[in-house]
């Protein structure tokens, strides 16, 4: 493979621009409905926001109380984050007097069963969906299905890849391609610890998260605990952890690896998983199966190798048939002090963290150096503001900050050079701001979060309920009557397109499971 400075060259004598600037992006941003009190919210899924199964733009993930806002694929950040915003606005305007709660760390919840499992009506597909929340319920519980994150869908310009498959005398093929792909993820896997760092938001939780379990966090008041050089709680042992899992080590090798071990994972039964069974005394289903994982995205990983399937086809056999196609980034909080949770410089910095991750060198990774990049994401999102923090560097302990440092310093001439295609100075500014936090923790959103809960005397949930409010103000702007009507008429689609799904002629449920299982 050619030279990170290999690429930079090869780049900037490109005779066609689009190798850097045609970077496709879409964002999936999760945030709970709560009330005024900053109480989970009881209500269904808001009719006028159309069918949470079928809406393309706006779902709800785990909870029927928690919605999901998916954008469709732009060319630029600064679309995405108009459309994001649009897309809160409009959902403000059905809500009531309920809010969106801007934090990743759940709000006040009253015990397992406040936390309403998603519906998504009486199709076939739908009570998959449903079902497979049930099972969820039953292995981890329903509080920790309730954390809320940003995930980050990202693929490579066409060009980039041909020029890059050039430069090593071959073609971009599906192989080409895939290897291109998989050299980004285990990159992300060494040094995605910098963006927990710099973007880590959820370094305090309510006390009613916990609700008995044990922990080594602090007390802030009689309602918040907190982690006083805690990056990202979310990203923690207290968040999607499984231990049923903790022996799939996968760190992205070769593609098939991947289908393999989670292809396994698909058909292991776990003795815990059969005690439960697959559906209770009464006949109601409790899981989809009683095997390691229900379905592949059962599987908790902070970046997955994706491709858009065929129809009826399964994750696991789209990439088999095609390869990769884009990659999903899943270790992103959700920024509370930002109205819709994340914005255009943020989405600036790991585009070109990413695609620095795509240029540079990335041999495999064998199983001592997958264990090591488990524990440095463990440090940076416990003790990342940590002064004097040391990671498990290449060739022994190193300090984080100047580690990080020196990343970014290999960055900055690839910011310059996308800045120069898109005739902009905005990316390596967005870069100049991460320095900043480097030479300063207190500028992180994480130490941001605990100052402000410091100088408001507020607990997490008194912090975060006043930025739901404020943020409410901000997106209450009423949209153009031509928006408001496209949306409304997003709605009604997708609430006459469950219908006809409920109304078509279909097999059992349990025939349908039984097929989708066996695929």
Request: one cysteine or more; aromatic letters at 8%; glycine letters at 8%.
């Amino acid at each position: 493979m050619a030279s990170y400075n290999a690429h930079l060259e090869a780049l900037s004598s490109a005779r066609n621009p689009a190798a850097l600037v045609r970077l496709q992006r879409g964002i999936e941003k999760e945030g709970l409905r709560c009330d005024a009190e900053g109480v989970i919210a009881q209500t269904p899924h808001p009719k006028g926001l159309g069918s949470a199964l079928t809406h393309p733009s706006i779902t709800t993930d785990y909870s029927e109380s928690l919605l999901e806002f998916i954008t469709p694929v732009f060319g630029s950040a600064l679309e995405a984050q108009a459309y994001l915003e649009v897309a809160h606005r409009f959902t403000y305007s059905q809500l009531g007097s309920e809010l969106i709660w801007p934090s990743s760390m759940p709000c006040i919840l009253h015990g397992e069963l406040s936390v309403p499992i998603a519906e998504y009506g009486t199709s076939n597909i739908g009570k998959l969906k449903h079902v497979y929340r049930h099972g969820l319920w039953h292995r981890y519980g329903r509080i920790m299905q309730c954390i809320s994150g940003i995930h980050y869908n990202i693929s490579l310009p066409q060009e980039l890849l041909e020029l890059l498959a050039n430069q090593q005398g071959t073609t971009a093929n599906m192989e080409f391609v895939t290897d291109t792909y998989l050299g980004l993820i285990r990159n992300f896997r060494r040094y995605g610890w910098l963006l927990i760092y710099l973007f880590g938001s959820s370094p305090a939780v309510c006390k009613t998260f916990l609700d008995g379990r044990e922990h080594s966090l602090d007390e802030f008041d009689e309602h918040t605990l907190y982690g006083p050089y805690a990056t990202s709680l979310r990203m923690s042992g207290l968040g999607y952890q499984s231990n049923a899992q903790a022996g799939l080590r996968i760190c992205h090798n070769t593609l098939d690896n991947y289908i393999a071990t989670l292809g396994r994972a698909l058909r292991i039964p776990v003795p815990e998983y059969e005690a439960i069974g697959v559906r209770d005394e009464s006949g109601e289903y409790n899981q989809l199966s009683t095997n390691l994982l229900q379905i592949e995205n059962e599987y908790y990983s902070s970046i997955r190798p994706k491709r858009v399937g065929l129809s009826g086809e399964k994750p696991l056999q789209s990439l088999a048939r095609a390869g990769i196609e884009y990659i999903e980034i899943r270790s992103t909080d959700v920024n509370p002090f930002l109205p819709t949770g994340m914005n255009v410089e943020q989405m600036l910095f790991m585009d070109l963290f990413l695609l620095w991750c795509a240029l540079i060198p990335s041999p495999l990774i064998d199983d001592e150096e997958c264990d090591q990049t488990i524990r440095n994401q463990s440090l940076v999102v416990n003790e990342g503001r940590r002064p004097g923090l040391m990671l498990e560097g290449e060739n022994g302990p190193v300090n984080m900050i100047a580690w990080a440092r020196s990343l970014l310093d290999q960055m900055r001439p690839l910011a310059q050079l996308m800045d120069k295609e898109m005739h902009s100075g905005a990316t390596e500014a967005s870069l100049n701001q991460q320095w900043l936090k480097l030479a300063d923790s207190s500028l992180t959103p994480s130490a941001q979060v605990l100052r402000r809960m410091r100088e408001t005397g507020k607990g997490f949930v008194g912090l975060t309920l006043d930025l739901a409010r404020q943020h409410r103000r901000t997106l209450s702007d009423p949209l153009s009557e031509s928006a408001r009507r496209h949306w409304r008429e997003k709605a009604e689609k997708s609430l006459n397109e469950q219908t006809l799904l409920e109304t078509e002629v279909t097999v059992p449920f349990a025939e349908y499971l039984a097929a989708y299982v066996s695929r």
